[in-house]
């Protein structure tokens, strides 16, 4: 019976613009179902499940974010496997003329998808795992030669709200603070252009692309599922005009009947604003209960390295804190973690520091560290930090065995 009611208020949702009171739990329920939900090409008999596509490369939001969670870094014979993403970009922030903005691996029947993501992987002489996509069996020809790639994984989504929850002004003054560049460090808040031509501080993405959970998520909804909403409203997706049977192809109408700006789009408010407001509800990662004394020493070499100051234990919010170990600022982090796709106002290498909170849960599923699941330790991932970060990469490498072991084992354990 529950399963039913649920199921009749999601396709309800098809017809009902965004919510004017504030969400409450059954709203989150929602949410979540919509975050797990299969989306199915255009045209289905169920209304409000289409829209997929044409082309898309998850089919559902719970694809690249498995409960809630970073997703797996996993290759097949040489291909990436589901919760890789392959990014593409020419320096103008503008897409591939062929290609668009995401490497799509699958499609709607008829329409030929754009091919696979070839990952190559080779072993460095200090063991380390260097790490290169290449898409193979191209469906639509060659990429343009301006064109970089960036491959990345679905980060973890918990404690994302608190994330949103921190003020612009303390992203600033950490901006501010490290201006002095202390030991190197001198962080860069991100300033991401507007609709309205003002700017808005990013915080989430792997580069601080998004300034908030809403934009990301509509992001994803556009690129990943092909999935039309209030912010990309094109029903095609990331299909680029020379792609003329994925623009033709049908697309989903689930709000057909509200009569109101949602009413050609295939994800309508109600529907995005319940999967952010789910998102936005997850709970910070908790960290293992290490024994005090243990907690205490791995903290304050954690410290004295330098890794705090770019991992910041916590960033203050208006009803609390966000203790993600984050300073949600872009850092230089040296040739050796660069991709080939600069974006506009950030270089290649150059990264937004990654929360830490979560990381225990990711060492226990073996999901593979930094932004592509190169690194298979917490000491692979510290060995390929350079730039701003190469001063306490070192001082970890000149700790005595014993206090690099207490490190590591505090950092495994957030």
């Known amino acids: 019976m529950r399963v039913r009611l649920l199921l009749a208020l999601l396709a309800a949702l098809s017809a009902t613009p965004a919510a004017a009171e504030p969400l409450d739990k059954l709203d989150l329920a929602i ?38 969670r970073r997703a797996p ?46 990952v190559t992987d080779t072993p460095l002489p200090d063991g380390r795992i260097a790490r290169k996509p290449h898409p193979e069996a191209l469906g639509y020809g060659p990429l343009d030669p301006a064109s970089g790639l960036s491959l990345r994984v679905g980060p973890d989504l918990k404690g994302r709200g608190a994330l949103a929850a921190v ?3 303390a992203i600033l003054a950490v901006e501010r603070e490290q ?13 991401v252009a507007q609709a309205d031509g003002s700017k808005a501080i990013g915080r989430f993405g792997w580069k601080a692309s ?24 094109e029903p095609w997706g990331d299909c680029t005009p020379t792609q003329t049977a994925c623009r033709q192809a049908l697309h989903g109408n689930a709000n057909a009947t509200s009569g109101d700006a949602d009413d050609e789009l295939e994800i309508g408010s109600a529907v995005l604003d319940r999967v952010v407001a789910y ?39 208006a009803d609390g804190e966000a203790r993600m170990y984050t300073d949600l600022l872009l850092h230089e982090m040296g040739p050796d973690l660069s991709d080939t796709m600069p974006e506009p106002g950030v270089g290649a290498s150059q ?11 990711a060492l226990a599923a073996n999901t593979g560290l930094l932004h592509d699941g190169r690194a298979r330790t917490v000491e692979e ?25 207490a490190l590591v084992r505090y950092v495994s354990s957030l």
């Open 167 to 169: 003020p612009d002004a």
């Open 351 to 361: 990264w937004r520091t990654a929360p830490l909170a979560g990381l225990s849960d």
């Open 73 to 118: 870094a996993r290759l097949e014979n040489g291909t990436a496997e589901r919760g890789f993403v392959l990014m593409i970009g020419r320096p103008d922030g503008s897409g591939d003329p062929v290609y668009g903005r995401r490497f799509q691996i699958d499609a709607v029947p008829g329409i030929p998808s754009e091919g696979m993501i070839g």
């Open 179 to 191: 201006a002095k560049g202390k030991d190197g460090v001198k962080g860069m808040a991100r300033r």
């Open 381 to 405: 991932a510290i060995a390929w930090h350079g730039g701003e970060a190469a001063t306490a990469q070192r001082r970890f490498g000149a700790l005595p065995p014993k206090d690099r072991a």
């Open 279 to 317: 998102v936005a509800s997850l709970p910070q990662p908790e960290p293992e209960d290490l024994p005090r004394a243990e907690a205490k020493r791995g903290a304050a070499l954690f410290t004295s390295t330098g890794c705090a100051q770019c991992h910041r234990p916590s960033l203050p919010t």
């Open 31 to 68: 949410g979540k179902a919509l975050f797990k939900r299969p989306w199915v090409p255009a045209p289905a008999s169920t209304r409000g499940d289409d829209g997929l596509g044409p082309l898309f490369d998850a089919r559902s939001c719970a694809t690249c974010h498995p409960a809630d």
């Open 210 to 233: 998004q300034p908030t959970l809403a934009g990301q998520s509509a992001e994803a909804f556009f690129l990943d599922l092909g999935l039309s909403n209030r912010f990309h409203p």
